[in-house]
């Protein structure tokens, strides 16, 4: 099976499984209060048991050496792609609120939750690793400047109280030193030694992966019974939604992925297979999950950002699969 036709596939399944969580909404399964509870599950529990885990079993010295790079290309990706849509918002006839809105759904992909698995399926370990250092600096980025995307403004005292609180970087950081401090740790969870301290270990390990693993499946029905409530067709800003839709899909990604060759081609540095197509996955992800709870929060456009991440990820099951496709011509 070609690489695109795997992307094409773990997005049809993620999208099917949002869809399960919007039924499930419409016929009441999932209130809103079990859905903002799963919300809440997944960000502070199950998702940095995964990272954890994750960590734990793929980092060593050589990748984070390669990899310390990543980090920052969240960063310039983000960074890059706010520019792109704050000089196109003006065009789309916003209001000041819809106007930050816009570009801070065109500049936060959804970074984690679709790409996780597609880097998963591809590229195994080493996909996944670079999807978690990504996160590493996405979510600064976010909890930083794309506040102040929102807000207009400098982010508050609570926003940098929030950051320095996200249970994601601690899990990561964490993750990433008991691999370094303790290299043995990446066999917990499959070593075969009868000594009880490993035996203690492998069942810690056991039960994080066995949480870690809900993330996804989690996340997704969330999201879905999330739009199940949100979104009405009715409310829908087709001028804007389809801005940002194309711009988010298309236009930052297409540049992003532009530059990226072009500074490989600069300073000499050459990516693998496994690095560049990862990178394209992530920059070419639709609107992320998190944006409208982002929009709520901080005085942003609510439908806008329910519609675009809607939207955005229908149409990504062409998009995605097709710039992975053009993008190996550029490896």
């Not at 903002?36 to 010295?61: E, H, R, S, Y």
């Amino acid at each position: 099976m070609h690489q695109s036709q795997v992307v094409f596939l773990k997005i049809a399944v993620m999208f099917m499984v949002m869809v399960a969580g919007w039924w499930a909404s419409r016929r009441d399964y999932m209130t809103p209060a079990l859905t903002k509870a799963l919300g809440i599950l997944v960000v502070q529990l199950t998702f940095p048991c995964l990272i954890i885990v994750q960590m734990i079993g793929t980092v060593n010295p050589a990748a984070l050496s390669r990899g310390w790079w990543v980090p920052l290309f969240a960063l310039v990706s983000i960074v890059l792609a706010a520019g792109v849509g704050r000089l196109l918002g003006p065009f789309f006839g916003l209001n000041p609120v819809s106007r930050r809105t816009f570009t801070f759904l065109v500049a936060i992909p959804n970074w984690v939750f679709l790409p996780l698995p597609i880097a998963e399926a591809l590229y195994g370990a080493e996909g996944v690793r670079f999807v978690l250092l990504y996160n590493f600096g996405a979510q600064i980025v976010l909890w930083s400047f794309g506040i102040r995307l929102l807000q207009g403004g400098k982010p508050g005292l609570s926003v940098w109280r929030t950051l320095l609180g996200n249970v994601g970087i601690w899990a990561t950081l964490g993750g990433a030193a008991v691999a370094l401090l303790f290299p043995g740790a990446a066999r917990l969870g499959h070593s075969e030694s009868s000594s009880g301290l490993w035996i203690f270990g492998d069942g810690v390990m056991g039960a994080l992966k066995m949480i870690g693993d809900l993330t996804i499946p989690l996340s997704l029905l969330a999201t879905g019974a999330q739009l199940g409530v949100m979104v009405k067709t009715s409310d829908f800003q087709w001028r804007p939604l389809a801005g940002v839709t194309t711009t988010r899909l298309l236009v930052a990604p297409v540049l992003t992925i532009l530059l990226l060759k072009a500074g490989m081609l600069v300073t000499g540095i050459s990516l693998t297979e496994t690095e560049f197509i990862t990178a394209v996955i992530i920059v070419a992800m639709p609107v992320a999950i998190s944006c409208t709870l982002f929009a709520e929060r901080f005085e942003g456009d609510g439908a806008l950002s329910a519609s675009s991440i809607f939207c955005s990820t229908l149409i990504s099951l062409v998009t995605v699969p097709g710039l992975v496709f053009i993008s190996h011509a550029l490896i």
